[in-house]
């Protein structure tokens, strides 16, 4: 069974910078899951940011490429995402998955599968 929980949302200016954590605990780092981030903001549908390959293939959301990093600790079980240069459109939950595939495709997002989703935290960028 896999469990994920978020850490590291906050309220910060435009410019500004966050990383966000997700711990994992259970089968996510074995090789079996490709671990991605996702947000939703208010009345919105929830988007791909930023997936992690098994084979270390990465893959951005056009909106932050160039302003966010994905990576993965295996030895800590943790997924973290960088996120520099914050504007107020990256305000939202965001999210993190295990999908159990291996690869990325592009956009942001993990291949197809049956996915795991941590509760979110909260980024609020303000102008």
């Known amino acids: 069974q896999v469990q994920l929980v978020e850490s590291g949302g906050d309220s910060v200016q435009a410019g500004g910078s966050l990383r966000l954590s997700c711990a994992a605990s259970g089968s996510s780092f074995r090789g079996d899951f490709c671990m991605g981030w996702f947000r939703q903001a208010p009345e919105k549908p929830r988007e791909a940011v930023a997936a992690h390959g098994v084979f270390g293939s990465i893959s951005y959301a056009d909106s932050v490429q160039g302003r966010f990093t994905i990576s993965k600790d295996s030895a800590k079980n943790t997924l973290y995402l960088q996120m520099n240069d914050l504007k107020p459109e990256d305000t939202a939950m965001y999210y993190c998955?295990?999908?159990?595939?291996?690869?990325?495709?592009?956009?942001?997002?993990?291949?197809?599968?049956?996915?795991?989703w941590g509760q979110g935290t909260q980024v609020t960028v303000s102008s």
């Open positions: 998955a295990a999908v159990f595939a291996r690869g990325t495709r592009s956009g942001g997002a993990c291949d197809p599968g049956i996915t795991r």
